[in-house]
């Protein structure tokens, strides 16, 4: 199974559009800051799609957060602004360790990063329109399983 996870598209949906075309997931988790543009999203992504509203989506029906299991994976998805995100990802292993997640995936910070912190992996895709890490290329994360049925976790970037 392929999850793609992206975040902060920021009303613009050029890149989103190419990484969709690249990769036909069979999962698409958005973490949040769409600006309106949810229906196009589930649209372009034409597989089933898992989005929250972030801090930028005032007027969006999304749900904050979300829980489910994906490949016998327990995900946990929250935009990450009301966590400190900035700051650390130290509240997050918080809250998703209390709910006892295998995966915690956020985003806000527009900075990729993948953590292990032994077994719980914590996430940010970065974002696919507004890049702030070093180098600034708009990323996102591959999540798949191989046939041991082990999951791995893949910041991509996309070259200009
Ligand atoms: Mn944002």
């Known amino acids: 199974m392929k999850i793609l996870v992206v975040s902060d ?18 999962l698409l988790i958005h ?5 309106g543009q949810e229906a196009e999203i589930i649209e372009i992504a034409g597989c089933p799609v898992r989005m929250v509203a ?3 989506d005032y007027f969006s029906d999304l ?5 489910f299991t994906a490949g016998g994976q327990k995900i ?14 130290e509240y ?7 709910r006892e997640v295998d995966v915690a995936m956020f985003g806000h910070t527009h900075k990729p990063c993948v953590e292990n912190r032994g077994g719980l992996v914590i996430l940010n895709p970065g974002s696919l329109s507004y890049p702030r890490q070093e180098g600034r290329e708009p990323s996102y994360i591959i999540m798949e399983d191989d046939r041991k ?3 791995h976790y893949t910041i991509a970037y996309l070259r200009r």
């Open 63 to 67: 749900p904050g957060e979300v829980e």
């Open 54 to 56: 972030g801090n930028n």
């Open 31 to 35: 973490c949040g800051d769409i600006e």
């Open 76 to 89: 946990w998805v929250t935009h990450g602004h009301h966590y400190y995100v900035s700051m650390s990802s």
């Open 149 to 151: 049925g082990d999951w």
């Open 9 to 26: 598209t920021h009303g613009r949906l050029d890149n989103f559009r190419r990484v969709m075309e690249m990769h036909k997931p069979d």
């Open 92 to 98: 997050i292993a918080q809250e998703a360790m209390a």
